[in-house]
DNA sequence: CGGCATCCCCTGGGATACTG
DNA sequence: CAGTATCCCAGGGGATGCCG
């Protein structure tokens, strides 16, 4: 695998399959489509159910559950709940969810060096004759 | 936003609504099912479309042709049309296909260290009572 | 308060067949 | 060879309503 400054499989032994893998194992953590908006917000602490879903403002009540949900068994986000009259829900986020930040905002940054360039109309599509 | 090390709204004049916007257009472009392995894939050189196809293996040509397509749209891939009998053409890596890679590679070494704790099994959903 | 349950829609992906 | 066209299915997301 000629990618970057990753070992080939001869001597680092990473092969192709398990980079592949692995990266879309991470990428399906994060490519629901809230759990970027969480992640960024309970980085900024603690919060409530309740307030996650005041915050993040048009989600809804099912999406925001499944979303944290599926947070939760990635072990990006934990769940505490308070046993009291009304209840009270906790979420924060783990040592790992915080790990997980560092790569999260690499992309962040790619994004924001390169959004004319990702943002600006592709040629049109019409047949490209190498030069003769 | 405390998110590690990008500044705040106040000084560094970094919202979390453009983390947020931004993190999603990247995530966006990988998200999709065979984009990664693609990406992959040109890393190690230009490819034809049967040889994409070949090797990704069990893609089928809609998929891959979506795919392509997309990663296009992005600027990620080229695409080249060599006017011959039987047509050829010939997809590769852009400039900005190529600065993704970091990123990528980012995740997928993330993954790789984090692997267990992410696989390992969260304890049972339980009311967890904080210590008094 | 913090969810499930239900219903409905829409998109992405697979399989197969056809074409310039 | 490099796609389109068509049909189908599974799952994610929104809206609403009910509940301990």
Redesign the interface.
């Known amino acids: 695998?000629?990618?970057?400054?990753?070992p080939d499989t001869a001597a680092g032994e990473v092969t192709?399959y398990?980079?592949?893998r692995?990266?879309?194992?991470?990428?399906a953590?994060?490519?629901r489509k809230w759990s970027?908006?969480v992640l960024?917000?309970l980085?900024?602490?603690t919060r409530r159910y309740s307030a996650v879903l005041y915050e993040v403002g048009e989600i809804s009540k099912k999406s925001l559950t499944r979303t944290l949900r599926a947070l939760?068994?990635?072990?990006l986000v934990a769940?505490?709940?308070?046993?009291e009259v009304p209840t009270r829900v906790e979420y924060s986020l783990t040592p790992?969810g915080w790990?997980?930040?560092?790569?999260?905002?690499?992309?962040?940054?790619?994004?924001?060096e390169?959004?004319q360039?990702?943002a600006?109309p592709?040629r049109p599509?019409l047949?490209?004759?190498?030069e003769p």
């Open positions: 695998m000629a990618v970057s400054a990753v192709d398990e980079m592949v692995d990266t879309r194992r991470v990428l953590m994060l490519s970027v908006e960024y917000l980085a900024n602490g939760e068994r990635d072990g769940r505490r709940v308070y046993p790992l790990s997980l930040t560092g790569p999260l905002v690499a992309l962040y940054e790619w994004s924001a390169h959004a360039a990702a600006e592709q599509r047949a490209i004759v190498p």
